[in-house]
């Protein structure tokens, strides 16, 4: 009776620390598929795709919400068939970002020019230098 103060005092740093990594590591299994996927645009929500080939690609349906004057899908993907792409579904279109850059660089308002810059910097550029990355990387590797 005497010693269950004292053996409280021994165990309870062991407990306490065994239930703060036990949080760490759900948390960790929790959202670790998610980590550096989240882009927003002043609220809004921009679902990213990373091609196989490294580019990025923006789901045109969140891109709505901000750009207001974006072509239909249809028109999307007559004018850049090559850097467009629907979804197995055939519902949601994905527009490359390097494309998206082009159009916006005709934009003029305010709006659509910090939007511009938003994906060049957080976006395009990001995913640029890690494409010249993996080719530097391949060119150093030895033939084997």
Known sequence: M???PLAGWLIAPVVFDSAAFGLR????LALHH?????????GSTI???EGDDGYRWLRVSDLRRTLRDLPKDATLNLIE????EFDASGKQLAIRADA??????????DEHI???????????HPSQAQRREREKSAVQRPVV
């Not at 068939?81 to 467009?84: K, L, N």
């Not at 159009?103 to 308002?109: D, G, N, V």
């Open 2 to 4: 005497l010693g269950a």
């Open 114 to 124: 910090r939007f511009k810059v938003w994906v060049e910097r957080s976006i395009h």
């Open 100 to 109: 998206l850059l082009q159009w916006l660089s005709k934009a003029h308002t």
């Open 47 to 49: 679902e990213v795709l």
């Open 25 to 28: 590591t759900s948390r960790w």
């Open 81 to 84: 068939p090559e850097r467009t």
């Open 34 to 42: 998610l980590q550096g996927n989240h882009y927003a645009y002043r």
